[in-house]
């Protein structure tokens, strides 16, 4: 004769069973986390350059993204393993799809983190460069192939598997695979261009963002802030193709400021992470473009940029924190 199970047991086998079910929920959008902490960690070492604080800070902070890497790596590792069905219904979401490649970019911002330590920073960068190629493929066949997508679901996070080929050149050319960066650098620049003009018509021409996706609007710095930094490494210099696309972005900057009540009122969404990679992009750009064109009053747009970017993400690890003791995060949306 069995015995009744002892509340222990049970409350045990519930624990169990929620964390089984936080698992199948744990979404791919998180990885941008780690974006933003690399972002952050570049940004430290790029803008205070010269100084005590820009070796230290940046490989604390990047020890840090590191960290956090590795731990969402080996919950969604097995989240593939023991729930592949709500991976693969991720695959088909139209939105959750553009940000699989949040992982290859990961690596790739960590192999900049790395660079003065090759052993580590050259693994990450052909790990991510080739990820990055598959995931680009994958969501463009995805787009081209569709029975799904509808003009609402553009947003701005459609530049994410663009942004990650534009990112391959800030290590690529420093190892010295130049033309490999080419090649990643023009399938980044000419599809920016493309999904520019979409997300534009989307944004101009049809109902506002959700506000869960508000925040995505700053994904529109990184392309131009990323390709500018990716292009004056490439050319080893400055001419007018940088400067536009770096006074691109830095108009894109005034339009987002000039909307900063509308993002202040926006409530904390694992979506807020997009406030942090694209200022990181742009704080570094103007950093470089200050170093390049010997303006300085963009070296303390670039240091107030890195004061207010460091400000966000201390608030972004706060709410997440926060989300997460709370079990707002890992839930059926």
Known sequence: MSSPMSPAAGDAAATATAAEARLAHLPVTLFSIVMGLAGLAIAWGKVLAGTALAQPGSV???IIASGVLVLLLLCYATKVVSHRAQ??????????????PTLSISLLLLSVVWQPWPSVALPLWLTG???QLGLTLLVMSSWIHHGHFAIHHASPAWFIPVVGNIVVPLSGS???????????????LLFWLVLLTIVMYRLFFHEPLPQRMTPTLFILLAPPSVGFVAYTSLIGGLDQGARVLY???????????????RFWRTPFFL?????????AALAIASARMAQLGQLPLLHGLAQGLLLLLTLIVLWLVARTLMAVRQRQICVAE
């Open 60 to 62: 604390a902070i990047g």
């Open 87 to 100: 991976v693969v219904a991720e695959l088909h979401h139209p939105v959750r799809i553009n940000f699989f």
């Open 129 to 131: 460069a080739a990820l």
């Open 174 to 188: 420093h190892f010295g695979f130049v033309e490999l960066s080419w090649f990643f650098f023009s399938i980044g």
């Open 247 to 261: 006074y691109s972005a830095l108009f894109l900057a005034l339009l987002l400021a000039s909307n900063a009540a």
């Open 271 to 279: 979506s807020s992470w997009a406030f942090s990679f694209p200022l």
